[in-house]
């Protein structure tokens, strides 16, 4: 008997009643029905949320935001069911809990009543995060509560970006806020700066003054002791001495008018370093930096105002000593005059007026001392006003002169500074069809696993009428195998017919598919040939087994280390990720690599099948005279 004729004798078997007829039709199907079933129910779940009935409670009570009435809740409530992701039902807290409790909603979310409070507390004394409440039943379902833990993030996502992007335009505002008022501060230090310059100037000239008055204050006590040794002559010599005395009164009357315009314009600069110092503090303070960095900046001016105010003071005090000597020497005049016409009153007036000339000496050369310390405080003063200067113009440069749309860009950007660009290798597109090579794997199994309820693994006649273990043994392989190609025929076109599913590779998953099939064939019929029916539903206990480890649904790296292991040697891993490779459009050389182990196990079944037939040509079991406990 030829291989194909015994092939044609149990189809014929298969095909001889009505009732096996009826038989084998069902048990064809059934890798359709548990499939195409499947995979059509989870063909795209994802896109069908909106029909997810979800409770939304908004609590929110609103809040002050720069004298304008926010409520933020509102706000993302009207988002959410403007988006539609779910089907959001805008309910009380009451029937909200009522709801996920009975199963009319999947879950809640809830936006409490201080939601917006807290979105704006970010620049109160007390900052606080605002909460989002999501309330899940996973007696309502377990997904869909794990979906709901993600909408939440997403909607925490949003919200997040919509703060952050108007607090980086307070800030950007704040910032350009900040530059005008230091486009300002710039002008007014160079005010300050031509003014010190002036006063440099005139304090310079005051320096002057002050030491052709010590060197003439000190003539005139030395004359004036000379005139007192020699007061023989005092009649002819005193109306000279009147004219003279004159004469220093005028100087002396002008030098302190210059002295006083001095004491002005130093008065005027010390008046101004408090204000200064409060306009530059408060344009720190805008700028944004902290009280420690003022206080470092406020520290190395403070000396500089100190300086001012103290020459300020000397000056002050050589003005006042310069309207003493101016005074002084006009009563010189007068007592010269007097002298001249009363020589004896002279007399006495010279001894005063000597040691008036003294005090007049020692305070011209404090006056000028003072008027040289002015002069240098003056010059420190100018320079530091050029260093604050050059800081604010070199810090306006820093601050970017940004438009209103430039800003709003700006801030935008800031609130959302990542976006994620999805490059996939490949792509399976929906839910179902990401889970149809797993389930096409194990309908194959079902496929092949049913069959053999009905197909007999090897011919008792072709055992006694031939002794050739190969050919009974693929007699036995070749007759489920082509029906198992039948099924996947019929799932193949329910995957890319009914379901439209994508398929990259038409023929190579095909061809994949037949070969897994192939493969389980020669499995489950080395397991009846050696085992019986014990065999039949050792092949139940290893469709479960390999269930859970072919990675079908989650990486096999998640399974428990055995479990793990095993995942490299059971066939339905490598045919789920064979069909993978090829009906996404992966890599061809590692399906080519699933298909090579796929055979190899193919292979390995069939010897270990042709051994059992072998076993069966030259021996008799106690199986094969006594009915197995199973079937």
Known sequence: MKIFAMVRAELARLWSTKMARLALVALMCVPIIYGGLYLWANQDPYSKLDQVPVALVVSDTGADDNGTTTNFGNDVADQLIEDGSFQWHRVSAKNAAAGVKNGAYDFSVTLPSNFSQSLTSSDSDNPRQAEVLLTTNDANSYLASTIGEQAVKTIQTSIVKTVNEKAANTFLDGLAEVRVNLVDAVDGTQKLLDGANTAVDGSAQLADGTAQLATGSATLRDGLAEL??????????????AAGAAQVAAGNQKIAGYGTQVAGVTQQIADEVPAARARIQQDLTDLGLDQAQIDRVLAGLDPLGQRITTGNQQVQAA?????????????VATG???????????VQGIGQAASGSNQLADGASQANDGAQSLASGLVTLRDGLQILEDGLSSGVS???????AQRDAQAKNIADPVTLKNTAVTSAGTYGAGLAPFFVSLAAWIGIYALFLIVKPVSRRAITALHSPIKVTLAGWITPGALGAIQMVALFGVLAGALHFEIQNPIGTYGMMVLASLTFTAI???LNIWLGSVGQFLGLVLMVLQLVTAGGTFPWQTLPEPLAW???FLPMGFAVDGIRQLMYGGDAAAAGHDAILLALVLVGALVV????VTRMTHFRTLRDLQPSLIG
């Open 336 to 346: 010269a005059q007097a002298l001249a016409d009363a020589s004896p009153a002279l």
């Open 228 to 241: 007192q040794s020699k007061t023989a002559s005092l009649p002819a010599q005193s109306a000279q001495l």
């Open 524 to 526: 489950i019929l080395a």
């Open 398 to 404: 820093q601050i970017p002169d940004n438009t209103d």
């Open 609 to 612: 099948a042709a051994i059992g």
């Open 319 to 331: 003005a006042g000593q310069l309207n003493t000597l101016a005074s002084g020497a006009q009563q």
């Open 566 to 568: 095993l995942h490299h």
